[in-house]
């Protein structure tokens, strides 16, 4: 069974920083792109930013310049360090990914989310 499954969640006051893992685990062949998405309450599911195997990112305006998004393709990990936190930032934030069981069979799987919330 295939898995996504993210850490690193928690409170932290407005200008702090926190790091959030996301590590696949299962029988995987490859991963192509992998993003992290964010829902805060009454609000829809939003792309944070998103990074491909080559290590092509994109990101939200809102949150360029403060996060960054990297990942590890030997150990199937995804990291995202966020920097200069507002209360906007508040949120689920999920780990998504393109998961390669085989060269030819593929699916996109989501992992359970942690809470990051931003307050003082």
């Known amino acids: 069974q295939v898995q996504l499954v993210e850490s690193g969640g928690g409170l932290v006051q407005p200008g702090g920083s926190l790091r959030l893992a996301c590590v696949a685990s299962?029988?995987?062949?490859?991963?192509?792109?992998m993003g992290w998405y964010r829902q805060a309450p009454g609000k829809e599911r939003e792309l944070v930013a998103r990074?491909?195997?080559?290590?092509?990112?994109n990101y939200a305006d809102s949150v360029k310049g403060r996060f960054n998004i990297s990942r590890d393709n030997a150990k199937s990990t995804m990291l995202l360090q966020m920097n200069s936190l507002k209360p906007e930032d508040t949120a689920v934030y999920y780990c998504?990914?393109?998961?390669?069981?085989?060269?030819?069979?593929?699916?996109?799987?989501w992992g359970q989310g942690t809470l990051v919330t931003v307050s003082s």
């Open positions: 299962g029988n995987i062949f490859s991963i192509n792109f």
């Open positions: 990074i491909t195997d080559g290590g092509t990112t």
């Open positions: 998504n990914g393109r998961i390669y069981t085989t060269r030819y069979t593929s699916f996109e799987l």
